[in-house]
């Protein structure tokens, strides 16, 4: 029987790099790649390792904006032990319709059966403190990359009745986090998208299911637009103080973030579901705060709890709202994927 074709965006790091890894070395071999950068692009002693085994056919198609940095996905395989033909890389950048069509044009099976829409940048600061560049350019990868791709893999998908589509959500798209309103509202996009796609596609035997991510242990922050913050000076005091705050209500969060590995075992669970949900979560610890819009219709008692949890020294200006009783609904999720 036919192994199952992958693609996964954004896999030079984070959750794209170990869900590649994770599926490469499953040892039923029951996934096939796409194949993409030749050996010979990576170390001696990589190729070597990799071109010693004689396994059959490649398993899963890892794809990177930029081949350049496939360096760390080929040394964590190596340490993995993947087997020579389980992994292989190609270039795709979500930004670029041209690069999704010929990476589709590379697929040699003639299909990808599980499209897993990874690639994300994030976005941190006051919102007058980001340039329109930093903006556009998250949006753009977030939300339209993913429509690009969605566009290029889907039609196939829906002609063979066929398909399973995968996105990367966050905690970031089911409620507001201060200071993070451009990401959050780029990963909302993603829900009202992804959902939306999953009532339509019903009848053609198509799967949309978003992985609900809280924080996790990835380079995530190490590659936002514009660096932690943006332009600081572009807005007053009073918020500079209030983001001070907020990067201190961080640094807890990241200490209790997940590890990519747990999260990789929720995808690979949506993925082999006989019956997928549109929602996973790698976590319930935030499913309070998420369910607290839905019970107040006004938003004001989650504004206020949201705000009592990143900002415990500030008084909130929330008069006339509803205090949260549930004292679980103050541990935040301020800290996005």
């Not at 996905?73 to 319709?97: F, H, I, N, Q």
């Not at 589509?165 to 990401?183: C, D, E, K, R």
């Not at 918020?239 to 990519?260: G, V």
């Amino acid at each position: 029987m036919d192994r199952t074709v992958v693609l996964i965006t954004g896999c030079s790091s984070g959750i794209g790099l170990h869900l590649a890894l994770r599926l490469a070395s499953d040892p039923s071999r029951s996934f096939k790649g796409i194949r993409g950068a030749s050996m010979d692009r990576f170390p001696l002693e990589v190729s070597r390792a990799f071109k010693s085994s004689s396994s059959p056919k490649p398993s899963v198609y890892a794809t990177l904006r930029d081949l350049r940095a496939q360096g760390q996905l080929w040394k964590a395989a190596r340490a993995r032990g993947c087997p020579s033909d389980s992994l292989e890389t190609l270039e795709l950048d979500v930004r670029d319709s041209d690069s999704v069509a010929a990476a589709r044009a590379r697929v040699t099976e003639g299909r990808v059966d599980v499209l897993v829409c990874n690639a994300g940048r994030g976005l941190l600061g006051p919102l007058e403190a980001h340039g329109l560049g930093a903006v556009g350019s998250v949006l753009d990868v977030n939300v339209v990359g993913t429509v690009r791709t969605l566009q290029a893999f889907l039609p196939d998908m829906k002609r063979r009745r066929s398909g399973r589509i995968l996105v990367t959500g966050s905690v970031g798209g089911l409620m507001g986090l201060p200071f993070n309103a451009v990401y959050c509202a780029s990963k909302f996009a993603l829900e009202g998208l992804c959902e939306s796609l999953a009532v339509l596609l019903l009848p053609f035997g198509v799967h949309v299911s978003l992985i609900e991510c809280g924080p996790v242990h990835t380079a995530f922050y190490e590659k936002l637009e514009g660096g932690p913050g943006g332009a600081l000076n572009h807005t007053d005091a009073q918020t500079r103080h209030l983001f001070s705050l907020y990067q201190r209500h961080c640094e807890q969060i990241i200490r209790e973030a997940q590890d990519p590995e747990e999260v990789t075992e929720v995808f690979l669970t949506a993925l082999r579901a006989p019956k997928p949900s549109l929602r996973y979560y790698s976590t319930e610890r935030f499913l309070p705060l998420s369910r607290l819009r839905l019970e107040d219709p006004s938003g004001c008692s989650y504004v206020t709890a949201m705000h009592r949890a990143v900002f415990a020294d500030q008084p909130a200006e929330a008069a006339g709202t509803r205090e949260p009783e549930d004292p679980e609904l103050v541990a935040s999720p301020a800290a996005p994927k």
